[in-house]
């Protein structure tokens, strides 16, 4: 069985992907990756996997260049020879599954990882880009032997109101799965302040601004915390925060800003409360990864955040772009160290049950082989039934 991932980012493969594509090879399958020839190739080559370099590049708005990434990617399927494509992102799915029915590869698996900024955005420009998206997907997101995989309900839904995929070829898989040993649970540190951490890309629909409002409302009340931004810039981004906006934030004691961090177990066992008031996520990974660490979460009520966060149960859902119900929930949980306990555990619970890295390859594997030409049937893990809370801040 001869397998090839195709994505545009090969940094991005190896920290939410590879793990599925590890499981490949240990059941003796062939694995290549196809993906621009940026940091993470080499990781890609030294894990066993065969590497293509590829010109596909996120968000680059070309005519010319993209029938061009087409063109491409049929000649590498041509030369490869698939059993099986497993496609990830819009950009490599849309160009892939065009080209896949091209070079007559028999099975497409496609990873929507989340709708982003094109399917947020109202600006004239992005409704402008998402109306073609739609009309070119309508056209190309046909292969006959096809699944499209998505990490929650509403974005599955979506696909399919839009007449971009279908109920009987689409299925959700709760994410690229957590590794729970890289995150071990930990107690909480005995901080003077507790440590109320937001740790994303610094872009507006992550909901920073209202992270910083709800801070400084919190910071006037006398609430004693630390309220922590943790990610790196992402200037290329249409939703990107200018550096110098959030310096301001810093000079004026609102926040503190870690910056980019890879040591990111280390980062969420310091803090007291990890937050993600984002606008919508595909799925919250870094909700996961706290959650495994044993802290309480906050999260917005939104798609790819409240299948993570069960409200009353592992944390609290506030509503979306609103500083005031963040900072309500903020305020409740740095007040109350046993619910944070209690939340915690909660967390590790559940994500142990249903994120962990070995249910979802579980998942994934057996998508692969319902579509794939061995027609090899692995089970599904069957997922609890949690009891929540009904009704978020």
Same mark, same amino acid.
């Given at each position: 069985?001869?397998?090839?991932?195709?994505?545009?980012?090969?940094?991005?493969?190896?920290?939410?992907?590879?793990?599925?594509?590890?499981?490949?090879? $240990?059941?003796?399958?062939?694995?290549?990756?196809?993906?621009?020839?940026?940091?993470?190739?080499?990781?890609?080559?030294?894990?066993?996997?065969?590497?293509?370099?590829?010109?596909?590049?996120?968000?680059?708005?070309?005519?010319?260049?993209?029938?061009?990434?087409?063109?491409?990617?049929?000649?590498?399927?041509?030369?490869?020879?698939?059993?099986?494509?497993?496609?990830?992102?819009?950009?490599?799915? !849309?160009?892939?599954?065009?080209?896949? @029915?091209?070079?007559?590869?028999?099975?497409?698996?496609?990873?929507?990882?989340?709708?982003?900024?094109?399917?947020?955005?109202?600006?004239?420009?992005?409704?402008?880009?998402?109306?073609?998206?739609?009309?070119? =997907?309508?056209?190309?997101?046909?292969?006959?032997?096809?699944?499209?995989?998505? !990490?929650?309900?509403?974005?599955?839904?979506?696909?399919?109101?839009?007449?971009?995929?279908?109920?009987?070829?689409?299925?959700?898989?709760?994410?690229?799965?957590?590794?729970?040993?890289?995150?071990?649970?930990?107690?909480?540190?005995?901080?003077?302040?507790?440590?109320?951490?937001?740790?994303?890309?610094?872009?507006?629909?992550?909901?920073?601004?209202?992270?910083?409002?709800?801070?400084?409302?919190?910071?006037?009340?006398?609430?004693?915390?630390?309220?922590?931004?943790?990610?790196?810039?992402?200037?290329?981004?249409?939703?990107?925060?200018?550096?110098?906006?959030? @310096?301001?934030?810093?000079?004026?004691?609102?926040?503190?800003?870690?910056?980019?961090?890879?040591?990111?177990?280390?980062?969420?066992?310091?803090? *007291?409360?990890?937050?993600?008031?984002?606008?919508?996520?595909?799925?919250?990974?870094?909700?996961?990864?706290?959650?495994?660490?044993?802290?309480?979460?906050?999260?917005?009520?939104?798609?790819?955040?409240?299948?993570?966060?069960?409200?009353?149960?592992?944390?609290?859902?506030?509503?979306?772009?609103? *500083?005031?119900?963040?900072?309500?929930?903020?305020?409740?949980?740095?007040?109350?160290?046993?619910?944070?306990? $209690?939340?915690?555990?909660? =967390?590790?619970?559940?994500?142990?049950?249903?994120?962990?890295?070995?249910?979802?390859?579980?998942?994934?594997?057996?998508?692969?082989?319902?579509?794939? *030409?061995? $027609?090899?049937?692995?089970?599904?893990?069957?997922?609890?039934?949690?009891?929540?809370?009904?009704?978020?801040?």
């Amino acid at each position: 069985m001869r397998k090839l991932f195709v994505i545009n980012n090969p940094a991005f493969f190896i920290q939410q992907h590879a793990g599925v594509a590890d499981a490949c090879l $240990r059941r003796g399958e062939e694995v290549h990756v196809a993906a621009p020839d940026w940091p993470g190739a080499e990781q890609i080559q030294e894990r066993g996997f065969f590497f293509h370099p590829i010109g596909l590049r996120r968000g680059r708005v070309n005519p010319l260049s993209e029938l061009r990434s087409i063109g491409e990617l049929v000649a590498l399927y041509r030369n490869v020879k698939p059993d099986l494509v497993h496609q990830v992102t819009l950009k490599p799915i !849309l160009f892939g599954t065009l080209a896949a @029915r091209l070079a007559k590869v028999p099975a497409v698996v496609n990873s929507n990882t989340g709708l982003g900024y094109l399917f947020i955005d109202e600006s004239p420009l992005t409704r402008l880009m998402r109306g073609a998206f739609e009309t070119s =997907g309508r056209l190309s997101l046909r292969h006959p032997n096809q699944v499209d995989l998505f !990490l929650n309900p509403d974005d599955r839904q979506e696909f399919v109101t839009r007449g971009l995929t279908t109920w009987e070829r689409s299925i959700v898989i709760t994410g690229p799965g957590v590794e729970s040993d890289a995150f071990p649970y930990a107690p909480e540190p005995a901080e003077a302040e507790p440590i109320v951490l937001l740790p994303a890309r610094v872009l507006s629909h992550k909901g920073i601004r209202e992270f910083v409002e709800a801070a400084k409302v919190l910071r006037s009340e006398g609430v004693r915390a630390r309220f922590v931004l943790a990610g790196e810039f992402d200037s290329g981004n249409h939703a990107a925060i200018p550096e110098e906006e959030v @310096r301001s934030w810093v000079d004026r004691g609102y926040i503190e800003y870690w910056g980019h961090r890879t040591d990111m177990s280390a980062v969420l066992q310091r803090c *007291a409360v990890c937050v993600l008031p984002s606008y919508r996520e595909g799925l919250g990974r870094v909700l996961v990864e706290a959650a495994l660490t044993g802290r309480a979460l906050i999260a917005a009520n939104v798609p790819g955040c409240r299948e993570v966060v069960r409200h009353g149960f592992n944390g609290l859902l506030v509503r979306p772009a609103d *500083a005031g119900s963040l900072a309500t929930a903020i305020r409740r949980l740095v007040g109350d160290r046993q619910l944070r306990d $209690r939340f915690g555990a909660a =967390g590790r619970l559940l994500a142990e049950q249903q994120f962990s890295l070995d249910v979802i390859v579980d998942q994934t594997l057996a998508v692969h082989d319902r579509v794939s *030409a061995s $027609r090899r049937i692995y089970p599904v893990a069957v997922r609890p039934v949690l009891e929540t809370e009904a009704d978020p801040l």
